[in-house]
């Protein structure tokens, strides 16, 4: 029998498990235990369910086109829980000052698929508009230019991906915003061929992002919904999969501290509780899908040059939800659309103090400005997650100031966000339903070289035996790369 161990329960090795499950009713002649240091599987997956809301205290859906995602959900026979972001109120807006500008209808992230919507929006200068209206005419150009064109592997950051096909003003005003809120990154670092592989196949194939995206909607079936969620939360893929895991099996408090290899078998080193004395066990595979620091602070002694390849920086989140019931919303004004995303250096200043007058003095007015990212209209998006007439906002926080709110308490933050949203949809009453939740280095980021640090990390790993790395350190940080992944590993683990 193949002894196998999952070290991580978030949603890669939760999904890991659950293949794991489905090869032992298949006959497969494995056992497996997951190890996970806190007291509840999911990882940043947590669905908190009060008063009517269900507020996603993590991710609130997994994109569509990814059917890895959908396909767990029916398997776990919650296909009747499927449901799609409400599209046709789909409209999302950049916080200038003190005010939301809508970006132009038809947007595929920066690339537009209107141009009067484009032409007559506020949000671009004279020349934003020009360099939209010129990129079709450098087609040519930048598919001689491309980065798949010519020798060996080459990549850049993001800023300069969109910059040389629409300038600087547009890289600042759309993909910056609209990737912090993903990655919590900056798009100077960040990788275009890690984090936008579809427009850089666009670029490969036609030079012209707006041509290529052109094409390919002429040609294409009818959309889908751009999101998909379940009606009682994304947490139900969670304890789905936890119902399944016999008690033998799952081993929560439990921190791995070392694993070592030896004589063909990898000897996993732990605590229980907190406590001092280590218990260990040895396993004939080993699944890690552990945080990039953890995972490299693990296999350092198996590879001391593991940790080289893997990302070097995290960002943290932290995200809260205010819930209005549906007295308090009729006296609020929310627009309609999915929410808003923040330019960091278009946030308005400190208008007299208003921040320290509402806020735990420890708090800074700075920290708090740079750290708020974007805001979800929640009921808008998904209308089930709150009652009918009620409003449910989530504001996140993240980047390089966030660290510096994480060790608040729930009511500060709670009060921090209800403040600074005010700037933006006015005056807003006390939520009936508030809660905070801190994800500390939760974001990897994928800087310039990423896919090429990966491969050669591939390589490492494939020279220790029955050995796989999972979660969203790799090839994506949504919902459906994370199961995919995961699930992938448990049947190479099998298979091998």
Request: aromatic share 6%.
């Amino acid at each position: 029998m193949k002894r196998i161990a999952i070290i991580g329960g978030g949603i890669a090795g939760v999904a890991a498990a659950f293949e794991f499950i489905l090869q032992q009713r298949a006959g497969a002649d494995i056992e497996f235990v997951l190890f996970e240091a806190t007291s509840r599987l999911g990882g940043t997956v947590e669905t908190v369910r009060r008063d009517g809301f269900v507020v996603e205290c993590g991710p609130d859906s997994w994109v569509t086109e990814k059917p890895w995602a959908r396909e767990l959900a029916i398997e776990l026979d919650l296909e009747s829980e499927l449901v799609a972001s409400n599209d046709e109120k789909r409209k999302t807006y950049i916080a200038e000052d003190n005010a939301l500008i809508a970006m132009p209808d038809g947007m595929r992230m920066m690339v537009p698929t209107k141009w009067e919507s484009v032409l007559s929006s506020p949000l671009f200068s004279e020349q934003a508009k020009l360099a939209y209206l010129r990129e079709p005419e450098l087609a040519e150009q930048l598919k001689a230019n491309a980065l798949d064109v010519g020798d060996g592997y080459r990549d850049e950051s993001v800023r300069d991906f969109v910059g040389r096909h629409f300038g600087e003003e547009v890289a600042s005003t759309i993909a910056a915003p609209l990737l912090a809120g993903v990655f919590g990154g900056d798009i100077a670092k960040l990788s275009v061929r890690a984090v936008m592989p579809t427009f850089v196949a666009l670029e490969r194939e036609h030079g012209s992002l707006v041509f290529g995206l052109q094409q390919r909607l002429q040609t294409g079936k009818k959309s889908a919904p751009i999101f998909t969620s379940l009606r009682s939360g994304l947490g139900a893929l969670i304890t789905g999969i936890e119902s399944l895991i016999p008690e033998r099996s799952l081993q929560r408090n439990v921190a791995v501290e070392a694993i070592e290899h030896s004589a063909g078998m990898w000897r996993i080193h732990w605590t229980h509780g907190g406590v001092t004395h280590p218990f260990e066990a040895s396993f004939d595979a080993v699944v890690v899908a552990t945080p990039a620091a953890t995972t490299a602070r693990l296999l350092t002694p198996v590879d001391s040059r593991i940790g080289e390849f893997l990302p070097q920086q995290s960002s943290s989140a932290i995200v809260v939800a205010l819930g209005f019931d549906g007295d308090q919303a009729r006296s609020m004004r929310i627009p309609a659309g999915f929410g808003f995303l923040v330019r960091q250096h278009e946030l308005p200043p400190d208008q007299g103090g208003e921040l320290d007058a509402n806020l735990a003095p420890e708090v800074g007015d700075d920290a708090a400005q740079q750290a708020l990212l974007a805001c979800t209209f929640l009921n808008q998006k998904f209308p089930h997650t709150a009652p009918v007439g009620a409003i449910l906002l989530r504001a996140f926080f993240g980047g390089p100031s966030a660290p510096d709110l994480l060790a608040h308490d729930d009511a500060t933050l709670i009060r921090l966000a209800r403040t600074l949203l005010e700037r933006f949809l006015g005056k807003l009453p006390e939520p009936s339903v508030g809660l905070a939740r801190r994800w500390p280095t939760s974001l990897p980021l994928y800087e310039v070289g990423h896919q090429e640090r990966i491969a050669a990390l591939d390589l490492r790993v494939a020279k220790l035996p029955n050995l796989r790395l999972i979660g969203n350190a790799y090839r994506g940080v949504g919902l459906p790369d994370l199961i995919r992944s995961g699930r992938a590993a448990a049947r190479q683990i099998v298979a091998g």
